[in-house]
């Protein structure tokens, strides 16, 4: 990202923090910084990221789907923070004369407004519905392959980001047969992980295969 732009947006990150207030984090990412992509971040408490923290595997899959030629922007998707807690998220895409250069990202947290939300629902639902409606994290979360996982370091995404399609998949981790195996990289590589250095060695590492045993699904899949 040319040092302009960088600037410019670093100045937007600060202001929209104070703006917004901590509820909002403001997080952006410069693409040249590689797997440490966020260069600048406003209220990292929401997700616990930090300067150095990388993109999620959702915003990868939409990179490497080129989603940015023909959108601008992605507003209220949600997201689960490495604590299970669900949250709102929304991107901006950062081009310069077309290129994608880089993303600011804003993530509410909806948590801190269940109280007023209970109070709300309680002059009009009964008492049932409102112990059932909880902004809370939870213990056994389904998320699909649209809901962003955000995570603080590349061993953290990884890892969730095969947990979630096993789950998704009805798979069991100890139980993997090769085919399962195939389908989890071929979801990794969809989703631009491979892009990621060291990628292959943590994917083999939550696989329990060996490295070349990863590679070799690699190439499986290449080959097709």
Known sequence: MRMELREHYVKLVNFLGIVLGPSYEIALHDLSMGDESIIAIANGNVTNRTIGSPLTPLIMEYIANERYKTEDYDVNYYSVSMKNKILRSSTIYIKDKGKLVGLLCVTFDDFMFKEVSNAVMSLCHPDELIKGFS?????????????????????????????????????SIDKLKKKDRLFVVSELKKRGIFSLKNAVTEVAKNLKVSEATAYRYLNEIEDK
């Open 135 to 171: 902004f809370e994290r939870i213990d056994d979360l389904s998320v699909n392959q649209d809901t962003e996982i955000v995570s603080t370091n590349i061993e953290e995404l990884i890892s969730e980001t095969i947990n979630n399609i096993i789950k998704r998949s009805n798979l």
